[in-house]
């Protein structure tokens, strides 16, 4: 029992290593911290999209070898990140209200 108990604990910290509120920190000057703030009046407004589609939006600006400059500047962004933080950063996201 105390075993399984500490099993959990060992695989629930490993799920919450990447913090998506340090990743999204790196966001939130174009963004906005609640994520309403329209990218250089370009982007829709993040706040509250599904995790799925944030990621999938993420994957596609992270592995474009063409862009034009507003997709180079997300491109830039994403380039570096892992999939563990753009999974973090985008559940992150969904909760923005
Ligand atoms: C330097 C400013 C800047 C930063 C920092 C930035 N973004 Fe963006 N973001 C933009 C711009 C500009 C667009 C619009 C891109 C386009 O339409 O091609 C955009 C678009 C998006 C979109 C919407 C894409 C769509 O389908 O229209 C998402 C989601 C997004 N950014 C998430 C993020 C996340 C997550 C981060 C942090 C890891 C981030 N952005 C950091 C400027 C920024």
């Known amino acids: 029992?105390?075993?399984?108990?500490?099993l959990i604990l060992i695989l629930s910290s490993a799920l919450f290593a990447v913090d998506g509120a340090a990743v999204y920190s790196k966001c939130?000057?174009?963004?906005?911290?609640n994520g309403k703030h329209r990218a250089f009046g370009k982007?829709?407004?993040?706040?509250?999209w599904k995790i799925k589609q944030t990621i999938s939006v993420l994957n596609?600006?992270?592995?474009?070898s063409k862009?034009?400059?507003?997709?180079?500047?997300m491109n830039k962004q994403?380039?570096?990140l892992s999939n563990?933080?753009?999974e973090a950063v985008?559940?992150?996201?969904?909760?923005?209200?």
Do not use: T, W
């Open 43 to 48: 982007s829709p407004r993040i706040a509250g």
């Open 84 to 86: 563990a933080q753009i």
């Open 28 to 33: 939130a000057m174009c963004h906005g911290v």
């Open 1 to 6: 029992m105390k075993e399984k108990l500490l």
């Open 67 to 73: 862009y034009d400059k507003f997709a180079r500047v």
């Open 90 to 97: 985008a559940i992150y996201i969904s909760k923005l209200k």
């Open 78 to 80: 994403v380039s570096k």
């Open 60 to 64: 596609i600006f992270k592995n474009m």
